[in-house]
């Protein structure tokens, strides 16, 4: 019966379009992530958590569309005004979850306190400052040319100003951002977007509920309550949805991908991620990987297709380079270059026939099959006799040897926070300096001033096509170079009950835009 | 008896005091606590200045001395993750263990005494040799491939066409192993009545109680087999004393042999065995809250452990060691209760 009145509901709604489709978001969405959000805050950690909260209770200015491109959300138009500054329009009419109207002062307090963050302040480094027009117009002013200041835009989740400004009871600064104990912003929030946070126990549950007022009156989403628990055991969250206790989890383990492709009730989709995996050589440590020619080896005889086939389960990209496809700087013509022969060959070249010992570290439970991944490159090295002596850490511990460069050779992922292939290069392969922080995560210690300047002129030049020219230049001379070994784009798994359509509101960035979910 | 709960209290805060000391010893190794709490792409600058905020740069003697004098006084850090203090975050979890180790052992104590007796009265009845051996396969099983099989048969559920469906037998059998699924296989569901304080219960909901269930029985699979042979082993000495051989020659009802006179002196080395046992259950529902993400302070141990948590896991840690020696108190005044000729604190009677 209720099905019916449902359905009957459902149905008047549709009758009455497009007038308010969101008014008859009536479902009840149950998931499971493999954690909660951490804070409220969503200027306290920039993490995949926090940015999927940012996408459920507040709304960015603009957001990636699922091919990479730029829709509107509440800046209504931009336009560049000089190669310095873009103008953006707010749009009008927006409330908080608070009452409070969107206006411009709510853009400059967002983007001061951006500058303020400590997980965010890098990436606002670019920006000088925020001109306010009128109520409704404000612009956005790089110090130099940058390329990425709309992909920087889709950062700035506008905050409720009032809401924020002030003193609570006990006479703190409710706008203060704290790593840890209790902040007024860490507890509570308001924002434009489609759900307001109800109830929230940290580490059990959160729920969120549709927000009568909410702007985007043209958003199909027919979710009006969701839960979210977060499930850390692979097994339970898959066990979860196969017994119909939740509705959609993410992420989806690779093992068990076939056991829900092969389940009647369940929905399962894909997708190539954007994180690269890879193994730095260390030319601090290692003498012989200061010559191109053993790296070059090292490269030829790693078999990334093998990996992502076998190990993976074909859930994953083979990298030949770190950007993924659909980034400026992904070079096409740069593919695995998997030969044994050749990598003898170049090992006897380089006068290390015999081959050497090394040793290996990698972690073990941070990216898909990290573990495994290290054991099959050990032994691809053994065929051209580089011994590896392998080390397999859980993460807490992993970081802390990764910062001494404990290793000869060590993996990492990494996601550029811009979706942007510069990021790459600016964090793994820029010649180390702890002045300026860059190559901070460079634990090959490799050190190409060339590519580095190429990188940086590229940085100012906001001619796209010729930006991506020089990126892919970039990809290009790494490669020759063999500055590191590339393994694999993770790709993305989500899963849900047949009856939820999250096909629509998934995106490479993996934080799926759920106000505009359609449950049938 | 004043003069032993003395002494107990003050080897509780020995115990604490080493287990504090060990997990400050070996924190270093528990990893950097920054990696959860930052971006990756933070600065090492930025991360310098929020260590030396959190005091992380103190040399550890200092870092001791600072947590025991707050500890001296109730306040045992803050956790990084929760953003509260430690405390308050176990009184929020312990609950929910607390009531999973109920559970099972509610399971254990009603099948347990009554499998155990009967094995030992009728050592070669069919049934009690079918008992054991089950009691066999149930403690060489590991928690979480119990708990996994339970959920993949009564969570998800299974079909079975192993046999002809077109024979009747071949149905029949089909059908025996067929599960229908549904029961819940995570968390304690949305229905928990408030009690008191932190203690939110699933006992008195249906739902709450539908949660309960195979987190509780996969808990209680590890320590079933050990009670029940347990009590038989016991039970079979005590059948051979003299006193009950005495008891059936006065002729006494055999029930009241078994169970009132055999039994009472059968529980006393379990009850002492059991009190350890539920110290050691809190240990195994690590694995069981992990499974079935039942949010409880073993699911949350684990979590602080890979978050670097460090406040938090000394905390735990230390709490955990004061359960353990409050339980054995009890044990110990318990037994003195079963059985008065036991003196607590070891004089000669």
Redesign the interface.
Known sequence: MKKLIAAFVGSMALAAAPVALSAEATKELKM?YDADP??LDIHE???GGILQLSHMTFDPLLRWTSDLGFEPRLAESWERVDENTMRFKLREGVKFHSGNELTTADVKFTFDRLKQS??F???FKPFSGINVIDDYTFELVTSEPYPLLLNTATYIFPLDSEFYSGQTEDGKDKSVI?????SFA?GNLSGTGPYTVTER?????VEFERFDDYWDTQSPGNVGKI?L?????N??RV??L????VDFIAPVPPNDLERIRNDKNANLVTMSGTRIILFHMNQERVEAFKNPKVRQAIAYAINQEGIAAKIMKGFATPAAQMSPAGYQGHNESLTPRFDVAKAQQLMKEAGYEDGFTITMMAPN?RYVNDDKIAQAVAAMLARINIKVDLKTL???????EY?NRAADMMMIG?HA?TEDSA?FYE?LTFCPD?DS?SG??NAGNYCNPEIDALVQEANVETDLDKRAAMLQEVEQRLYDDAAFVPLHWQDLAWASKKNVNIEPVLNVMNFPYLGDLVVE | MLAFLVQRISQAFLVMFVISVIAFAIQDGLGDPLQEMVGMSVSEEEREAIREELGLNDPMVVQYLRFAGNALQGDLGNSYFYSKPTLEVIAEHLPATLELVIGASLIIVFLSVPIGVYAAIRPQAWLSKFFMGVSTVGISIPVFLTAIVLIQLFSIGVTVNWFPSDTGWGQWLNDFFTTEGGLPSYGRGDELTHLFGTWESGFFTGTGLMHLVLPSVSLASIMLPLFIRLIRAEMMEVLQSDYIRYARAKGLSAGRINFLHALKNTMLPVITVGGVQIGIMVAYTILTETVFQWPGVGLMFLEAITRSDIPLIVAYLMVVGLIFVVTNTLVDLIYGLVNPTVKLTGKKA
Do not use: C, M
């Open positions: 499971a951490v804070t950690q920039l993490s400590q997980d302040k890098a990436i704290t790593k840890h104990g209790n860490s126990k940290q580490g059990v549950r839960v628990t977060p499930i850390k055991e097994n339970t066990s979860a196969l017994s119909g206790g439970n859980p993460k807490a511990q992993y970081w802390p910062d990494w926070d990021n964090f702890a922080g901070q995560y």
